[in-house]
Each structure stands twice: as structure tokens, then as C-alpha cells.
């Protein structure tokens, strides 16, 4: 009987350790490249639901008032801030908060700012009007009312987030 030896050649054994080690360096070189290309999309959320704005909402009336606030951007890797600007008033208890982007082509609409639409917002790129509540006035280019800001009561004052079609 005779007993089949099962060696390993030094070639072999050569092969076997530097394919190990070579692909043990590859990994550890390629890793951090792909969580960096994945960076971005394995990040949580930044969570900015609302952010604070320096309004009270003691000091707020009937009145529309124009309120700015800044968020956070976060793009890929990119982080920077950004200045929003909302249409704010009470109604009852209720706080409207209105988005000053015209539905139209997004210019900026202002309160009261026309006469011919006294206690309207009227957008002055193509004389888009609407309601005090966002709706939009028909026979003016406006299509749709304006967005409504998410907002938030914290410590007495407002907190806005993000704007939603009504
Ligand atoms: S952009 Fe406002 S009416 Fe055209």
C-alpha cells in the first residue's frame, strides 16, 4: 500500500502567500477610496426638520411679515447655508407661513405691494397675485397656490422647515 503524499512545492506555497499578501494590501488600499466615493450616501441625515428663526410669536399679528432664516446644505461633500426667506401671520391661533417663491417662474412675491391688488401678495416679473392665504388669484399667471412652510412653536419663538404645495 502505498501513501499518496499530498505536499505543497515551494512554488506553490510561493504562489499562495503572495496572492494572499498582494490581495491583503489591495484591500487595504481600496477601502478607504470606496467608503470615500460612499461617503455621502452612508452619512445619517443631517437633522434640520425645523431651524430657529429670531421671531417671537408674540410679536406676530395679522399683519404678513417677512421672515429670514438660514438652513444647512449639505450637497455630497459640500456643506454650506443658505438664507430663506418666509411670508409669516397669524390667522386666529393659527400661524401661516407662506414661501415668497411665486409658483409662476419663482420670482419673489411681496405683500401689498401693488395697488391694483391691495392686501394680496403680487409677484412683479409677470403681475402674478394671490390671497393672503397663498391662493392663487385666477386671470394672473400664478398656477398654483404658494407653498406652506412646515413650522414650529419652541420657547416662544418660530422654527420654519421646509415648504410644501398646499
Ligand atoms: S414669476 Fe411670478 S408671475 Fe411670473
Known sequence: MSEKRNRVSRRQFLNYTLTGVGGFMAAGMLMPMVRFALDPVLRPAAGQDVVPTDVKIADLTDEPKRVDFKIKQIDA??????????????????????????????????????????????????????????????????????????????????????????
Open 77 to 166: 461633500w459640500y456643506e454650506s447655508e443658505e438664507v430663506k426667506s418666509a411670508w409669516v401671520y397669524k390667522q386666529g391661533d393659527e400661524i401661516v407661513a407662506l414661501s415668497p417663491i411665486c409658483k409662476h417662474l419663482g420670482c419673489t412675491v411681496n405683500w401689498n405691494a401693488d395697488p391694483a391688488h391691495k392686501n394680496r401678495f403680487f409677484c412683479p416679473c409677470h403681475y402674478g397675485a394671490y390671497e393672503k392665504d397663498g391662493t392663487n388669484v385666477q386671470g394672473t399667471p400664478a398656477p398654483s397656490p404658494l407653498d406652506r412652510y412646515v413650522h414650529k412653536e419652541k420657547d416662544g419663538y418660530l422654527y420654519l422647515g421646509k415648504a410644501k404645495p398646499q
